[in-house]
């Protein structure tokens, strides 16, 4: 079962910033949090992930909180194309061989 | 493009028949996973295999077999298939931090 609780839909005004919950109140010490997008039947197409510390890339920041049980995806500046279903999953990393367990994710429509 | 790659993008067979999904991952990437997701459904995790051994099982059916070749591509077995195997299949490969998909296979069972 996936160990993550996200909100089922989201929307977003063209431009803004999109900021996406998760809930991971029972994460472990060695478990890094992944964020992953589908947009419509295409394949999840990866973001960004973290332990402790935000993140920040091309994509996207990721912002943990100091206990580590929430994070916050944010999209700064969200566009029609960023409309997708978001995935947070908690995945120990560093090994290569954990598989994702995806939960139901968080739909957001980015809207004009 | 994630630069793991599948074959074919879509497909259409009958019920009872038997098809091979092909996976060929990142260059470099040893672990190679298969998911399924069906219409309205959820991401299903599959199975894994790494450096060609199993290394993970998660909901695969009786009637699906995989296997992981030395050059670490990969083929997913569907048999005796049956309309709710329409689905779209993903594979995905992974290096020690990030698992990266590719965009799939459609399957239609009519």
């Known amino acids: 079962d996936a160990k993550t609780t996200q909100p089922p839909s989201m929307d977003c005004a063209e431009g803004r910033a999109a900021n996406l919950p998760c809930n991971h109140s029972?994460?472990?010490?060695?478990?890094?949090v992944y964020w992953y997008r589908q947009i419509h039947s295409q394949g999840p197409q990866y973001i960004i992930h973290?332990?402790?510390n935000n993140e920040t890339n091309e994509m996207a920041s990721l912002i943990i909180t100091e206990d580590r049980k929430s994070s916050t995806l944010i999209l700064p500046h969200a566009t029609l194309r960023d409309t997708a279903v978001y995935y947070c999953i908690v995945r120990v990393a560093n090994s290569g061989n954990t598989p994702l367990v995806f939960g139901k994710g968080t739909r957001l429509s980015v809207i004009a | 493009d994630s630069g793991v790659t599948q074959t074919p993008k879509h497909l259409i067979t009958a019920t009872g028949q038997r098809v091979t999904l092909r996976c060929s991952p990142r260059?470099?990437?040893?672990?190679v996973y298969w998911y399924q997701q069906s219409l309205d459904q959820g991401l299903q995790f599959l199975i894994q295999?790494?450096?060609?051994?199993?290394?993970a099982k998660g909901n695969i059916l009786e009637r699906f077999s995989a296997q992981q070749f030395p050059d670490l591509h990969s083929e997913l077995n569907l048999s005796s298939l049956e309309l709710g195997d329409s689905a779209l299949y993903f594979c995905?490969?992974?290096?020690?931090?990030?698992?990266?998909f590719g965009e799939g296979s459609w399957l239609t069972v009519v």
């Open positions: 995905a490969s992974s290096d020690r931090n990030t698992i990266y």
């Open positions: 260059s470099g990437d040893l672990s």
């Open positions: 295999y790494y450096n060609g051994e199993e290394r």
């Open positions: 029972t994460i472990s010490g060695n478990e890094y």
């Open positions: 973290g332990l402790k």
